[in-house]
């Protein structure tokens, strides 16, 4: 059964630093998604990695994939309050369309 | 397009009384899923569809439990008797499902409070 771990749950972080959130997971995927949410609010995409060495950036965060290793990251790149909410990373277990949420990382980011 | 719509965005019931939520997914995407966030369990998959046919509902936590997809364009997951332990925020999500486009799309959940 797939397994999806996040770490830290939770991260305080001041503003201009960098940090990176950890997703791994238990079983063969090659296809991973990171999602955002805001308090109150539904969850918004932010990346799609579909493949070995997969990175994708977007403003201050990158995100990248390694199967092998089975481990997704979220890399933060001097955080900005803006970046305050609860990440999610989710694996599409193989070979099948279910998609397995982890259990978020909570980040504060303060002046 | 107008994204997922979810109805209602709140509900609230009585112990026993039977709630029915209800999806329409994005127009073209053939798979749907249905989640539930609890700040205890996180988000669970608890049913989903493909093509409208149900593929994997080992996620549903009892028999009170069921879900339905009558058409692409329409879904409803339904608690009967509800328990105040259902209180939770549901999330349907749906998604194209082609070899480039995996990508999954939230509604705006609702929130439900079983008292």
């Known amino acids: 059964e797939l397994k999806v771990e996040q770490n830290p749950l939770f991260l305080s972080m001041q503003e201009g630093k960098n940090y990176t959130i950890y997703c791994n997971y238990s079983?063969?995927?090659?296809?991973l998604y990171w999602y955002r949410q805001d308090p109150g609010k539904s969850l918004e995409s932010l990346f799609v990695?579909?493949?070995?060495?997969a990175v994708k950036q977007e403003g201050r965060l990158m995100a990248s994939l390694d199967t092998k290793a089975r481990l997704s990251t979220l890399h933060i790149t001097a955080a900005v309050h803006d970046l305050s909410a609860t990440y999610f990373c989710a694996v599409e277990s193989f070979n099948t369309d279910k998609l397995i949420f982890g259990t978020g990382t909570r980040l504060q980011v303060f002046p | 397009d107008a994204g997922v719509i979810q109805s209602p965005r709140h509900e609230v019931t009585e112990m026993g009384q039977e709630v029915t939520l209800r999806c329409k997914p994005i127009?073209?995407?053939?798979?749907l899923f249905w989640y539930r966030q609890t700040m205890m369990r996180g988000l669970e998959l608890l049913i989903y569809?493909?093509?409208?046919?149900?593929?994997?509902d080992s996620g549903m936590p009892e028999d009170r439990f069921s879900a339905k997809m009558p058409n692409a364009s329409f879904s409803t997951l339904k608690i009967q008797p509800s328990e105040p332990r259902d209180s939770a925020v549901y999330f349907c999500?749906?998604?194209?499902?082609?070899?480039?486009?995996?990508?999954?799309?939230f509604g705006q959940g609702t929130r439900l409070t079983v008292v």
């Open positions: 127009s073209g995407h053939n798979s």
């Open positions: 999500a749906s998604s194209p499902r082609t070899d480039t486009n995996t990508e999954a799309f």
């Open positions: 569809f493909n093509n409208n046919v149900p593929i994997d």
């Open positions: 079983t063969t995927s090659d296809r």
């Open positions: 990695l579909l493949s070995n060495g």
